[in-house]
């Protein structure tokens, strides 16, 4: 993950990072999010995104038609509820918990912290996956967990636990073979992955929490998984040619319903904050200082190789 090569400080490598994992670090953490962003981005953002997601062609000029208006007022009657009833989001009430939980443990002493991951396979994979990529291999694949824990930092712990504890979320997806949801599963988690990269490295850019920026970024598109959920439900049927406006409107509600997740999840409080300044004004009036980062995170994943 190219954005721990500026988050680790106990033991960072005094050889400099290889020169394609720079540029890829160059290329992720662009400039700065200001403050007021610009008010294009939110929906730049949701450009060519939600045709790749749904596999529909590009946007149309045209208004929201009777039908897509239809599909706005499903979401916004789901906006209305007090939380996200379990079966649009099914393992997040089992698998954040669990994600809070071994959060707690990566300030254990490293033995005992090496003592716990090792009780899984898919954690310790990932541990020793990222302790051995190019920045912090020095010769040969790391293959002592100790060692790797150690060389990749209490961050970089927090986001592979994340990353591994967090799949299953994006894996189940209710509803026959060939429903939105159904068809976007995999996709949604390639994008988050991304996204949260993405959103790690601008947070570290902009002096802000980084592995809030990677939390923001691995959950939020289940806004989306909720969002199409909740169609299927519906049995609506996505136009081949989406309108613009539609599509714009679309992705401020799946925005909102990540908010309206999010706010059974007290992960981090800096999470928490942005997640309910995601349920209260959405994506392009958003006022939390994650917001204009999340959007740049978001645009820089529409780029050519941003996903």
Known sequence: ?????????????????????????????????????????????????????AGTVERTTQTITPNEQHALDVLQGVLALPEIPDMLLPRAAEVVPQLIALLRETQLPLQAIAQRVGKDPLLVAEVLRLASSPYYRAQGDVT?????????????????????????????????????HANAIARLWKHSEALAERAAALADSAGLDAFDGYLLGMLHDTGWKVALASLDRAKYTLAAQPSAAFVTELTEQAHRLFGLAAQRWTITPGFTAFAADARQNGLANGKHPMAALLQQALYLCTLPGGR
């Open 144 to 180: 002592d967990l100790e060692q790797g824990i150690r060389l990749i930092g209490s961050v970089g712990l927090q986001s592979a636990i994340a990353r591994v504890v967090l799949k299953p979320i994006y894996r189940s997806a209710a509803g026959a073979s060939g429903s939105l």
């Open 1 to 53: 993950m190219n954005w721990f090569t500026r988050l680790w400080s106990p033991a960072r490598p005094t050889h400099p990072a290889p020169v394609h994992q720079v540029e890829a670090a160059s290329t992720a953490a662009v400039s700065e999010p200001s403050s007021a962003p610009d008010t294009d981005m939110s929906a730049e953002a949701s450009h060519p995104f939600v045709p790749w997601l």
